[in-house]
Structure formats: structure tokens, C-alpha cells
């Protein structure tokens, strides 16, 4: 079963029942799983008890060959966590990292990296200046309608390179998606933060999603005109 279908069936039968009442969630699923590797097996968001065979819940047409392999915990004292998200009850469009680098954590700011591409990408393709302050940049976001957020809400990384993230704990998108009534488009700034998300949540069929080349500055591959027309159709809704 994926941590989603548990979580409905616990809130169903009423079997577990949280303190404050609330609904039992599908990331609380998975960091419970997560603790008792003794006793479950995990592939992305699916669970099965050790011993069992695991089937995933995806279409024909998205499956993909599954390896199962004995998962080496890691013992790295790299464990980063990321922000709140950066949003508000207008936002149509968010935009999915994978979590912050090590000089975005020391400022407390997403995309903090001066040679990150990120802040200067949204305004020239909303048409405006360059914002000096991390508040300017909020604003510019919500005026907007954009959100940001990061699919791992924790991770070990040593460094912050997206192919060094190990043990994530993702956060909770499908509540994020829930609560936010007028989001039409999720857009994932690298492929590593589209891995991600597919790893642990499903698709909504009423929301678009738009793959973007990274904003990184690990990504040379690209030039700052040839990005921002890619990153130009999260505006087009």
C-alpha cells in the first residue's frame, strides 16, 4: 500500500487517532515506516512489512523496472532541513526545489547563492527590476501569484549539490496542495526535484506540471536568455 492509502484506512476505521484530532496524514506515515526499517520495507511512498512483496500503484504507462536493495543507514551529522514555504491564498503557480544549499541555510533565505539564477529568472520574466532585499523578493513572488517550497523537508547533504541528498523525509505537499484552492501549476526547478516528488506523491489530474532547467549555479550548461525562455511558460496558464 503507498503511505497515502494507509493513512486513508487509519483515518476510515478510526484505528490510531492523533492527540488534536486531526486527520492522519500521508508523510506521517512515512516517517513512522522510516523508523522501523526492522519491520518494513519502502519503496518511495510504498510500504509493505518485511517479507512481503511490494507492488507499486502506478499506470502502465508510468512503471518502471524495480530493483529493491538493502538500504545502508547512512550515519552522516549532515542533516539540513528546509524552510516554510513562501505562499499565500492567491498563489496559481509554485515552484518545487529540493531543499536549500548549505549559503541559502547560513542566510536564511531560499536561493541565497549569489551565483544562483533563481531571483534574477523571476524578474525578468515578470518584467521587473531586481529585487535588493529578501522582502522585496517575497513580494515579488505573491504579487505574482508564485509560490516556492522545497519537496525534502529534511535530508543528510554534505554540501549542496542535489546528488549528495540522502535519507529525505519529503514535506507534506499533498496538505500544501489541499489548502491551496487556486494552484494550477507546479513547476520543478532541476530534475532532481522532479525525482523527488515523483517519489513520494501522485500527480493531480487538475493541476499542470512543468519540468524547468535548474536555476543552480551547477547548471552551466545553459545560458541566462535560453533559461528564462523555459521558465517563461509558468506564466502561461
Request: net charge positive; aromatic share 8%.
Amino acid at each position: 500500500m503507498t503511505t497515502q492509502q494507509i493513512a486513508d484506512e487509519l483515518n476510515k476505521n478510526g484505528w490510531y487517532q492523533k492527540k488534536d484530532g486531526s486527520k492522519i496524514q500521508a508523510f506521517q506515515i512515512h516517517g513512522r515506516t522510516r523508523k522501523y526499517a526492522n519491520i518494513f520495507n519502502r519503496y518511495g511512498s510504498t510500504v509493505s512489512l518485511i517479507g512481503q512483496t511490494i507492488t507499486k500503484s502506478k499506470t502502465a504507462t508510468t512503471e518502471k523496472p524495480m530493483t529493491l536493495k538493502q538500504k545502508v543507514k547512512s550515519t552522516s551529522t549532515n542533516t539540513k532541513t528546509s524552510f516554510d514555504p513562501i505562499s499565500n491564498s492567491e498563489t496559481t503557480i509554485l515552484i518545487l526545489g529540493t531543499m536549500p544549499g548549505d549559503k541559502s541555510l547560513e542566510l536564511g533565505e531560499y536561493y541565497g547563492h549569489p551565483r544562483n539564477r533563481f531571483w534574477k529568472i523571476i524578474s525578468t520574466i515578470t518584467n521587473n527590476d531586481l529585487p535588493l532585499s529578501y522582502s522585496d523578493k517575497k513580494e515579488l513572488l505573491l504579487n505574482n501569484k508564485i509560490g516556492i517550497w522545497d519537496v525534502a523537508h529534511n535530508a543528510n547533504r554534505k554540501g549542496s549539490l542535489d546528488s549528495a541528498i540522502e535519507d529525505e523525509e519529503p514535506n507534506d505537499l499533498d496538505n500544501f496542495i489541499a489548502r491551496h484552492r487556486n494552484l494550477k501549476i507546479i513547476d520543478f526547478n532541476g530534475t532532481k526535484s522532479e525525482a523527488l516528488f515523483d517519489k513520494y506523491f501522485e500527480r493531480k489530474g487538475h493541476i499542470k506540471y512543468i519540468s524547468l532547467p535548474s536555476s543552480s549555479p551547477a547548471n552551466t550548461g545553459i545560458d541566462f536568455d535560453s533559461i528564462c525562455k523555459q521558465w517563461q511558460q509558468i506564466l502561461t496558464k
